[in-house]
C-alpha cells in the first residue's frame, strides 16, 4: 500500500458545527502532517506529527484540532470555522522527519465553510 | 524569512514541445523535490534531489541540483496532454529537527489544443 487515504473528498459545513477529516496511511511512515491549501498557491504546514506527537503548530488558531491516534492515523478535528478556512486540506505522510525523501499526499478534502 | 522563486508562473506551450522551470534562493538546500499536481488532487512527488550538481531523470522528466544548492531546474521533455497541471520546487533547508520546507509558488503548466 503505497497510499494516503483522506476521507470525505469534499464537506460543506456551517460556521457552527463540528466535524473532522481523517486520514490513514500504512506504508509505516513515522511522520505525519495537515497541510492547507489556498487556489492557485502551494501548501501551507499546519501541524507535523513525529512518532505519533505533535512536534510542530505553525501557530494554527484553535478552532483547528489535530489528533493523532495511532501511527496510521490522523484525525483533523474542525469547530466553529470561518469562510476564510475554505480551502483543500492535504493530509501528508513521510518516513521520518525531517522529510528527505519526500511526502505522499493524499487526495485533499475540499473544504466550504458557508 | 527565506524565499523560493519559481519560474515561470505559467507556461503556455504546444504538444511535442520541451518545457523548463526553475527555482532559486538566496539560501542553500540540502534537498530540491519537485511535486506535480493536478486539479483536484494532491502534489505527486516527481523527483528528488540529494546532492550539489546532481542531475536525475525519471521518463521524459530531468531535474537538477545546482552547484551552489541554491537552485534547480525542471525540464520536461516532448510534452504530452496528461502533462498539464501544476509544478512545484521544494527545498529542504537542513537535515536535522529543525528543518524548513519551502515551497516555490508553482508554475501551472497549460498546452495549446
Known amino acids: 500500500d503505497t497510499e494516503v487515504t483522506q476521507t470525505p473528498k469534499h464537506l460543506v459545513m456551517g460556521m457552527t458545527n463540528k466535524k473532522s477529516l481523517k486520514c490513514e496511511q500504512h506504508?509505516?511512515?513515522?511522520?505525519m502532517y495537515w497541510y492547507k491549501q489556498k487556489a492557485k498557491k502551494p501548501p501551507e504546514l499546519m501541524f507535523v506529527y513525529s512518532y505519533e506527537k505533535l512536534s510542530i503548530n505553525e501557530s494554527v488558531p484553535s478552532r483547528f484540532s489535530p489528533e493523532c491516534p495511532n501511527s496510521s492515523l490522523l484525525n483533523l478535528h474542525l469547530h466553529a470555522l470561518q469562510p476564510e478556512d475554505s480551502a483543500l486540506y492535504l493530509c501528508a505522510s513521510s518516513l521520518g522527519t525531517p522529510p528527505n525523501y519526500g511526502y505522499t499526499f493524499g487526495s485533499g478534502t475540499r473544504l466550504t465553510v458557508v | 524569512g527565506q524565499q523560493l522563486n519559481q519560474s515561470p508562473q505559467s507556461m503556455f506551450i504546444q504538444e511535442g514541445e520541451d518545457v523548463s522551470m526553475n527555482c532559486t534562493s538566496s539560501s542553500i538546500f540540502n534537498t530540491w523535490l519537485w511535486y506535480k499536481q493536478d486539479p483536484g488532487e494532491g502534489p505527486v512527488l516527481l523527483i528528488a534531489l540529494y546532492k550539489a550538481g546532481e542531475l536525475t531523470s525519471n521518463g521524459r522528466l530531468t531535474a537538477q541540483f545546482g552547484i551552489t544548492r541554491k537552485d534547480s531546474f525542471l525540464n520536461i521533455s516532448a510534452s504530452i496532454p496528461s502533462d498539464v497541471g501544476i509544478y512545484f520546487c521544494a527545498g529542504l533547508t537542513n537535515m536535522d529537527s529543525n528543518y524548513q520546507l519551502i515551497w516555490g509558488a508553482g508554475t501551472k503548466l497549460i498546452i495549446k489544443p
Open positions: 506504508m509505516g511512515h513515522r511522520a
